[in-house]
């Protein structure tokens, strides 16, 4: 199946950086989504963006399909963008099951 | 408010019991699927279902039942045959299969 791999693992920066994660994957796909978990769990959809480039406030998403990887950019962090941030796709060829990375924990310090 | 219900937030289960985890929805999403995260690792599908009545397995299925026989509710049973079930149970529905998610705020499970 398709493989996910995101990067980096950790991240720690003071309020008001700002961060880029990455997101690798092994095939073609035609569903990418960002998602955010905070400390307490919960998840919400952030981006859909199997390819182009999308902004919603401080965050910015791009995908460069034909290169099989997803930025997601988080500009002027603040203490609640903390928690762990997934990447999650679908390849071309296979079914249409969201395969998930592993995550990047982003911790932001006031 | 339209939302994505799941309980108990905490479970506590001997081994050899079966245990069923909650899952209603007031989103009129027609489908709902069941995600296993363990510890540092991303979430896996173990169940999902597209209508009522119907469902497929996940990549991880062994160990688990589920059932869809309202559009609102996906319950998710963890059987004594799960060999490793101590976990964080996920749940989501969406209005389209695999796009738009609504996460329920998850069941953690520990196996006594």
């Known amino acids: 199946g398709i493989q996910v791999e995101q990067s980096p693992p950790d991240l720690i920066l003071q309020e008001g950086a700002n961060s880029t994660l990455r997101c690798n994957f092994s095939?073609?796909?035609?569903?990418l989504q960002w998602f955010h978990q905070n400390p307490w769990g919960q998840l919400i959809n952030l981006f859909y963006i199997p390819s182009g480039t999308k902004q919603n406030g401080r965050l910015s998403a791009t995908t460069v399909a034909t290169e099989r990887y997803s930025l997601l950019y988080i500009s002027s962090s603040q203490t609640t963008d903390s928690g762990v941030y997934f990447c999650a796709v679908a390849s071309n060829f296979g079914n249409e099951k969201l395969t998930f990375g592993t995550g990047t924990r982003l911790t932001i310090i006031p | 408010d339209g939302g994505i219900t799941q309980s108990p937030k905490y479970l506590f289960r001997k081994e050899g019991q079966n245990v069923t985890l909650s899952c209603e929805q007031n989103l009129n999403h027609d489908a709902m699927y069941w995600y296993r995260q363990d510890p540092g690792q991303g979430l896996r599908l173990i169940y999902y279902s597209q209508i009522v009545n119907d469902f497929q397995k996940g990549d991880i299925a062994e160990g688990y039942s589920v059932s869809r026989e309202k559009k609102e509710s996906f319950p998710l049973t963890v059987t004594s045959a799960q060999k490793n079930p101590t976990a964080f149970y996920l749940c989501?529905?969406?209005?389209?299969?695999?796009?738009?998610?609504?996460f329920g705020s998850g069941t953690r499970l520990t196996v006594v």
């Open positions: 095939d073609s796909v035609n569903n």
């Open positions: 989501a529905s969406s209005p389209r299969q695999f796009y738009g998610y609504t």
